[in-house]
């Protein structure tokens, strides 16, 4: 019997998604990469190889329905189950006044950060609602702003407000199947993609975090965690 544990990382091939897919591959779950870019997805997967773990890459738009389900066709081909998906992959939105915003601009960060983690929820529910046993994890990155906006973030925020609305959903409507659903909520992580004026963390503490809600036995859930550096502006943004 293969008891591997199988899990799906998108936005897989630089910062949180990264970091959280090393350290997945160190607490000995074997890898499955997706983002739009081959070289730094199989970069990870060769990190991941080098030090003894399993991981393969799998290029991926998460806004392309027929992207996604071609992912899971290939997960489910490859190793027969899916026990996590770690629904990592978003984009910043473009920082200009509200009055400002194109239609265009609205739509590309929405097409991202809310109908691509849709897709890929919806498909690990039908491949955890199948397979034997059945049951799995899906983690969604959400944000602080999900909470607590910053200025001139309106697509940004907004869709990080609905992804909290899709774990809720999916939180509720995976009990049937033992699919459980949670959310982790990142403050300012220090990664190559992001240089903040504000206190920051280390990005190997989100991926921790993320390594222990993948953790749990299905019949325990962290339906939100919230991890951020001790003096980031939060509360009240002050």
């Known amino acids: 019997m293969n008891d591997a544990r199988i899990a799906l990382v998108t936005g ?6 990264k970091a959280s897919a090393l350290a997945l591959a160190q607490a000995g779950w074997t890898l499955v990469l997706a983002g739009r870019r081959a070289e730094p997805l199989e970069e990870v997967a060769r990190e991941i190889e080098a030090v003894g773990g399993q991981a393969s890459a799998v290029v991926t738009d998460v806004t392309d329905e027929a992207s996604v389900e071609a992912l ?116 300012n992580a220090q990664t190559a993609m992001v240089n903040w004026s504000e206190p920051v963390m280390d990005v190997t503490h989100a991926a921790q975090a993320v390594v222990h809600m993948a953790g749990l036995p299905l019949s325990a859930n962290v339906l939100f965690m919230t991890v951020m550096a001790t003096k980031m502006p939060f509360v009240g943004r002050g």
Not at 12 to 17: D, L
């Open 12 to 17: 897989a091939g630089s910062g949180i998604g």
């Open 72 to 187: 899971f066709e290939t997960i489910a081909q490859r190793h027969g189950r899916l026990d996590l998906l770690f629904n990592n992959a978003g984009m910043f939105a473009p920082k200009v006044l509200f009055e400002d915003l194109t239609a265009a601009q609205w739509r590309s960060v929405v097409d991202v950060n809310l109908t691509g983690v849709f897709l890929c929820m919806r498909a690990a529910f039908r491949m955890m609602k199948a397979q034997m046993p059945m049951g799995g994890r899906i983690i969604n990155n959400g944000s602080i702003s999900a909470h607590t906006p910053r200025e001139n973030s309106a697509p940004y925020s907004s869709t990080k407000h609905a992804v909290t609305g899709l774990t809720k959903s999916g939180a509720l409507d995976g009990r049937k199947y033992d699919i459980a659903v949670g959310q982790i909520d990142i403050g």
